[in-house]
């Protein structure tokens, strides 16, 4: 009798062990499930918000492919204000400018959600650029995509061969020297302060050589204005930036 309990206890044992194993494997599975839907899920919105992103998506409202083209989105937007390009990178996007430098961290040109968000000039500035010096925003992107392509200037070479872009507004392209590029913080004050009197140019000039990586001087006349473009530096924390 007292063998034939052991052998039914053993029989319980054994069964709850099969059961339990038959648990931990389908959990196993399940886990396995799980993530690999999230990185489904975590490619395929990467790729979304690249496409999002990407430079392609604006080129028919782009200036030089038809003033129609460009004034429609204005009309679907009238917070569009121009146009930047630089040869030889992915920077080809409208501008915004907004009430602040908020809306446009995480909003496209047609006014819908976006996290890539858009090309935005400092709500502070001037929208027809008359300020002596206007900043021009966006975020750092993958896949070189908004401004992720101001990297490119880090590699001196590139710098030295790629001397010019172009801004468009009020009807017409206006030709920009790139004549300086800087890693800064968030804070610095020669960049980002934009209300600047002619009469400080002078200074201005002097303080952006100082903390210039690569600077290239040129004849400037008294009364230059000046365009900043900027936007994050990966792997340096929240502050870090290229200008």
């Not at 937007?77 to 630089?86: A, F, R, Y």
Request: with cysteine.
């Amino acid at each position: 009798m007292a063998e034939k309990e052991v052998n039914v206890k053993r029989k319980i044992a054994k069964n709850l062990i099969h059961r339990a194993d038959r648990i931990l494997d389908g959990c196993i599975i399940s886990g396995i499930l799980l993530m690999l839907c999230y990185g489904g899920y975590a490619l395929w919105d990467t790729y979304q918000i690249e496409q999002t992103a990407s430079a392609e998506k604006f080129q028919t409202y782009r200036p030089d492919t038809g003033q129609d083209s460009f004034d429609s989105l204005k009309k679907e937007n009238p917070e569009v204000i121009g146009w930047i390009t630089v040869p030889d990178t992915e920077i080809d996007y409208p501008i915004v400018q907004a009430a602040d430098n908020s809306k446009y961290l995480n909003t496209d040109v047609k006014g819908e959600f976006a996290l890539c968000g858009s090309i935005f000039l400092d709500y502070r500035n001037a929208s027809d650029f008359s300020d002596v010096n206007s900043v021009i925003y966006g975020h750092y992107m993958q896949k070189e995509s908004m401004f992720g392509d101001l990297k490119l200037f880090a590699d001196e070479e590139f710098f030295q061969t790629h001397c010019y872009g172009e801004l468009y507004f009020n009807g017409q392209w206006h030709t920009l020297e790139l004549f300086s590029f800087c890693e800064v913080d968030a804070y610095q004050k020669t960049i980002y302060d934009v209300k600047k009197s002619p009469e400080e140019q002078a200074e201005y000039l002097k303080n952006l050589e100082q903390i210039s990586m690569y600077f290239r001087k040129l004849d400037m006349g008294t009364e230059e204005h000046f365009v900043s473009l900027s936007t994050c530096i990966p792997g340096k924390g929240t502050d870090g930036r290229y200008v």
